[in-house]
């Protein structure tokens, strides 16, 4: 257990939630309806590794018709479809190639230092302790062409710009999906928080933070056999935690466990999960041509229950898996100053019942010709935002620029499942 328990040990703090949402959570405290343990186990011990379906995205530059291709999801989904969205949707946040234009050190948590060499081939993004970056901030900076990142444009931000952990990763593939998930980092999976709990064991779900508890004694509790019948409700898409007194580690799951059972009882030590999960190491990929990508280390991975149970993992799902239909976008745009000119434009504040990943304003001449744009990403400033204002895009000189006689303007404000909604469309003056 010392490699594992090392493992737990390098992952640093989850950050705390700063998103406000005027949208009231469901009250969803029961248990779920799960599938029987008892179909997915086995009276024979099964000792050849289970093969991993989720493939390295590394052979050609991501596009954004690669991203689209994960479908938006809404209320005639099937729950399989639903898992999907959010499993590839994290994949490709942890596989996408790319290079940097120059080279950029930082830290991955304070005193941990890293660095990004110049023309050199990554595979996921970075892991940064304080950021929370989704795939659609990183494409304004990246070429599609080349698969290469403009870091030099990026300056001093480029850890707020293009980073993530362990709760930033799963928590934008999750909220693709849902619009329940509110909890802090991911890490207080507690029913009044927007989760759901999986399998036989017990813990106190009145709780209102975990702050205080140690999910290693929940365990500890609850007893291996319980534990691990818990663990073999595992499905796709939902996620096992590790906290203790507010600092752990979350993964989200790949693929159903693979439950081995002997003499009456579940084997620890033979069942499985397959989990991908941010971390801050990477691994050198050789490719058949002999060039070598450095790919993050947190891609899909085998983890035994035993493993689990002996780390203090809880094993957690969503509402929308278990009953709960996929809520509609509901997104507004209140208090905005009549008027056309950049202050009135973006004087209002923008409403999400899911979470806002980033707004830009988009301004053409008379002609209809692109002139220039202000980009706002939430990043580790407004990480989890569902209410924010426009005003993030100012100062105005800045957008000013783009505006003379005649000039049109989009306001447009990207959220968690991917939809990209126009809030204003029309003339812009200085």
Not at 55 to 74: E, F, H, M, S, Y
Not at 106 to 122: K, Q
Not at 175 to 194: F, K, Q
Not at 365 to 384: I, V
């Amino acid at each position: 257990m010392k490699r594992i328990t090392a493992l737990f040990l390098l992952c640093v703090t989850l950050l705390t939630a700063t998103a406000c949402s005027d949208t009231e959570l469901n009250d969803l405290t029961g248990e779920p309806t799960t599938e029987t343990v008892n179909e997915t186990v086995t009276e024979t011990v099964n000792k050849k590794p289970q093969e991993s379906n989720l493939k390295l995205r590394i052979a050609d530059p991501l596009t954004w018709d690669d991203i689209n291709a994960i479908p938006v999801a809404n209320d005639t989904m099937s729950t399989e479809e639903l898992r999907k969205i959010c499993v590839d949707y994290m994949n490709l946040e942890l596989t996408f190639p790319w290079q940097a234009n120059q080279k950029q050190s930082f830290e991955w948590s304070p005193g941990h230092p890293d660095s990004i060499l110049a023309n050199t081939a990554y595979g996921g993004m970075p892991y940064v302790s304080s950021t929370m970056s989704t795939l659609y901030q990183i494409m304004y900076y990246y070429d599609q062409e080349t698969g290469v990142v403009d870091t030099k444009r990026m300056g001093a931000s480029f850890t707020q710009i293009m980073g993530n952990q362990c709760s930033g990763s799963t928590f934008w593939g999750w909220a693709r999906v849902s619009d329940s998930i509110d909890w802090s980092g991911t890490s207080e999976i507690l029913p009044s928080h927007g989760a759901v709990k999986i399998g036989p064991y017990e813990y106190d779900t009145t709780m209102t933070s975990f702050n205080s508890v140690k999910t290693v004694d929940l365990c500890e509790n609850n007893g291996e056999q319980i534990m691990f019948q818990s663990y073999a409700q595992l499905l796709k898409a939902d996620g096992v935690v590790y906290n203790q007194y507010g600092a752990g580690h979350v993964m989200m799951v790949t693929e159903k466990a693979v439950v081995v059972t002997k003499d009456g009882a579940i084997n620890g030590k033979e069942s499985y999960v397959y989990v991908q999960d941010q971390q801050e190491k990477r691994y050198m990929d050789k490719q058949s041509d002999g060039s070598v990508i450095l790919v993050m280390k947190g891609v899909s991975h085998k983890v035994s229950f035993e493993e689990l149970y002996e780390g203090g993992y809880l094993p957690f799902s969503l509402p929308e898996f278990h009953g709960k239909a996929v809520s509609k976008a509901e997104v507004s745009y209140v208090d905005r100053k009549d008027g056309t000119s950049v202050q009135d434009i973006i004087s209002g504040s923008i409403r999400s019942n899911y979470a806002i990943s980033d707004i830009n304003i988009r301004i053409y001449d008379k002609d209809g010709n692109f002139t220039g744009e202000r980009f706002y990403c939430l990043g580790s400033k407004n990480p989890y935002a569902r209410s924010l204002t426009a005003s993030v895009l100012g100062p105005t000189s800045l957008i000013s620029r783009y505006v003379a006689e005649g000039s049109r303007a989009k306001l447009n404000v990207r959220i968690s499942t991917g939809e990209e909604i126009c809030l204003y469309d029309g003339p812009i003056t200085k």
